[in-house]
């Protein structure tokens, strides 16, 4: 079993940044793929970016490409967001998730853990 928990969330201006952490226990972190997916009110769960097991390998939502940046560090259980010129249309729940195969591929039904999400507003 892997707990994630997420922190870094906040109110944050149109154009602004910022960091979101994601803090991983339980589990040998290195062997977790890690990615990022968001929620915004009335919308479904949808994909962000996603990291694999080295961070070799990236993958990105369009909507977010050339604006966020995931990464990890093992020696840390963490992995990172970074969100660069934030939009209102970014504001969601931001969600932390785990998948053992290694890969940066990540959709909604190969999450094997998720994090309990912490909340993200970018206002105009």
């Known amino acids: 079993q892997v707990q994630l928990v997420e922190s870094g969330g906040g109110l944050v201006q149109a154009g602004g940044s910022l960091r979101l952490s994601c803090a991983a226990s339980?589990?040998?972190?290195?062997?977790?793929?890690m990615g990022w997916f968001r929620q915004a009110p009335g919308k479904e769960r949808e994909f962000v970016a996603g990291?694999?097991?080295?961070?070799?390998?990236?993958r990105y939502a369009d909507s977010v490409k050339g604006r966020f940046t995931i990464s990890r560090d093992n020696a840390k259980n963490t992995v990172y967001l970074q969100m660069n010129s934030l939009k209102p249309e970014d504001t969601a729940i931001y969600y932390c998730?785990?998948?053992?195969?290694?890969?940066?591929?990540?959709?909604?039904?190969?999450?094997?853990?998720w994090g309990q999400g912490t909340q993200v507003t970018v206002s105009s």
């Open positions: 998730a785990g998948r053992t195969r290694d890969t940066s591929f990540f959709i909604l039904s190969v999450v094997d853990y």
């Open positions: 339980g589990r040998t972190f290195s062997n977790y793929a």
């Open positions: 990291i694999n097991r080295s961070g070799g390998s990236t």
